[in-house]
């Protein structure tokens, strides 16, 4: 029972020296960060409505101003779109709101207190792993409730499809997290997170193919996109919700399943060791 | 002899050219509540981070409940209560949620309720912490300090923007803590404020003590000379510094027919002499 192991000392009716007594353990500790990050994120209306409705906002304009049939492709540009916008909108949740909040935390001095606790580091990430995962489903139902509803979208029937949703989603949300968490050092303050943040994210949805089709970028441009996570996620995205036939509008012609899983998967770990090696408690002010 | 629960020689701390600590010793004996005063930029805060392992440091030793704070465990952390000069906590959470959450970082915490009603939040236990007042929120940060049942807290100018009566409110909080057998070390620039609750203090100025000792030992110490004023006939104020203020009076009553106009026979208070060694400093 969760009331009882916060006193110890009185379960047990001895008094243990400070030496003896249990540390709370990282793995709880971060279950109940994450509720409290979750309790805070949707108390906070405005923050709520802007994460979710930004992508629901750009998602209708131009899944509704683009409906043509793309040339060869069997689909519409609104179910391309529908893809495209879901992978730039669980980036934002993920690598945008992680970029922000946590620089704010930082500047506020909510890290600082938090290292002057006993609080174990792992258990500070954990609740961000769970706010991350419950925001980036939540952001995902709501835009695929609207592809399918109003853009043609159908949702796969087959489990491959699904696990391939499965694999793309965590390695796509667990990179962007990461990388949120490593920018999150690069703004001076809090006030300036959100312009230090919002534009590489802004470049990257231009270049990785969410609101232009890749085909349609200078070929350098595409390059550099496809160095990031984002492009991979649309691509892996598109795999799950278009027919195959859509495949044709892929620089390679094909989904390319195993390097979108190389380069998500190399994300995670590329930004695990800058996460490792940027991360601070303190501004640095 | 007890292991000391502070133990800092030769502390070495510098910013750029700026020498903020300039070879500090502290010893400071568990359960004792010992008071760090000086004004602004003296350096208390940086020493204060330094003991909280907020801070590296340039040179010296530190010991605090027997470890360097530089390269101390979460265990040594669960002994320590922090409570900062500026306020940080979660805006959109309770009063009652943020403080058990609290509670659980630690292994043996005090109960929420009990901290809650310490520090005189009861009534505002349900309200989110972003509807407190600058006080309000300060007296948090003391929930928040001490709701860990530290065995050191450190505490870091605890009342800027208290009004008296929850100054007053805080120091009985400080003196209960005392009680218990908690070491409490504070920074503070109000004097009335060292002087109420330390049982030893230390007076810093550019990075180095310059006095330290019981307040009323200090005061003896460094304030042994009386001032009195009065008004000359021609309306010229005048003041003298003496350790014989008797013997100026009487000169006075023979100088003077009747009434000496703006007599005052002055004992300095433990602000002039804090105010004298912060400001002439380094000589003393």
Redesign the interface.
Known sequence: MSEAD????AATGT??D??E????GAWR?GL?RGA?EL??FF??RDQVLFTFAFPVVFLTLFASIFSDDVEGAGITASQLYVASMLAAGVMSTSFQSLGISIAIERD???L??L??????VAAYFLGKVWLVLVTCLMEAAVLLLIGTVAFGVSLPSDLTRWLTFGWVFLLGITGCALLGIAISSLPRTGRSASSVVVLPFLVLQFISGVYIPIGDLPGWLAGIGALFPLKWMCQGFRSVFLPDSAAVIEQAGSWEPGRTALVLAAWCLGGLVLCLLTFRW?GRR | MTELAVDVRGLRKRYGDLTAVDGLDLRIRPGEVFGLLGPNGAGKSTTVEIL?G?RGRDGGTVRVLGADPATAD??W????G?V?Q?E???A??TVR?TV??????????R??RDVISLVGLDEKAGS?IKELSGGQRRRLDVA?GVI?SP?LLLLDEPTTGFDPAARRRFWEVVRLLAREGTTIVLTTHYLEEAEALADRLAVITAGRIVAEGEPAALRERFGHEATVTWTEPDGTARSERTATPTRTVAGLIARFDGEIPGLRVGRPTLEDVYLELTGQGADR
């Open positions: 916060t006193t110890p000392a008094t243990p400070a030496g007594a249990v540390l709370p500790l109940r409290l309790k805070q108390r906070q506020e001095k909510v600082r207190r290292r002057g606790t006993p609080m174990p303190h | 909280q907020h979460r265990r952390r669960s002994r320590i922090i900062w500026d940080s906590a979660p959109e959470l949620e058990e959450h609290f509670a659980r970082y630690y292994p043996k915490p109960d929420p989110r928040l860990g065995e």
